[in-house]
């Protein structure tokens, strides 16, 4: 079922980057990397319903933003390389935190508080 729902993604996506004048590459390139990208290892759906999670705290910060002064640095410890992906996505994508390195197991991070 996820393979299926990272080639449907995949191809939406692809459609919409060339267009459907080439409906065939993108059919393509999307089974290529469904292949290559199989559910057990990357959940690419997990990862985007957490990202539309954070649309309410994005709108927020944006807001709250003008009235901090305060900044600090702070490291989060991350296991694997798809969890250190996931929570640079979703540090990045909020107005008050910036991901600014990366070292063996730790992600530095900018805030504003």
Same mark, same amino acid.
Request: aromatic share 22%; hydrophobic share 55%; no cysteine.
């Given at each position: 079922?996820?393979? &299926?729902?990272?080639?449907?993604? !995949?191809? $939406?996506?692809? $459609?919409?980057?060339? !267009?459907?004048?080439?409906?065939? $590459?993108?059919?393509?390139? =999307? &089974?290529?990397?469904?292949?290559?990208?199989?559910? !057990?290892?990357?959940?690419?759906?997990? $990862? &985007?319903?957490?990202?539309?999670?954070?649309?309410?705290?994005? &709108?927020?910060? =944006?807001?709250?933003?003008?009235?901090?002064?305060?900044?600090?640095?702070?490291?989060?410890?991350?296991?694997?390389?798809?969890? @250190?992906?996931?929570?640079?996505?979703?540090?990045?994508?909020?107005?008050?935190?910036?991901?600014?390195?990366?070292?063996?197991?730790?992600?530095?991070?900018?805030? @504003?508080?």
């Amino acid at each position: 079922m996820y393979m &299926i729902m990272n080639f449907l993604m !995949g191809l $939406l996506f692809m $459609l919409v980057f060339f !267009g459907i004048e080439k409906f065939w $590459l993108s059919f393509f390139i =999307s &089974i290529v990397v469904s292949v290559f990208i199989f559910p !057990g290892k990357y959940n690419f759906i997990k $990862l &985007i319903f957490d990202v539309f999670k954070l649309i309410p705290k994005i &709108i927020y910060e =944006s807001f709250v933003l003008f009235f901090l002064k305060d900044e600090s640095i702070e490291d989060l410890k991350y296991t694997d390389d798809f969890e @250190m992906l996931r929570k640079i996505i979703k540090i990045t994508i909020t107005p008050k935190t910036l991901v600014f390195d990366h070292d063996d197991d730790y992600i530095f991070i900018h805030k @504003m508080d």
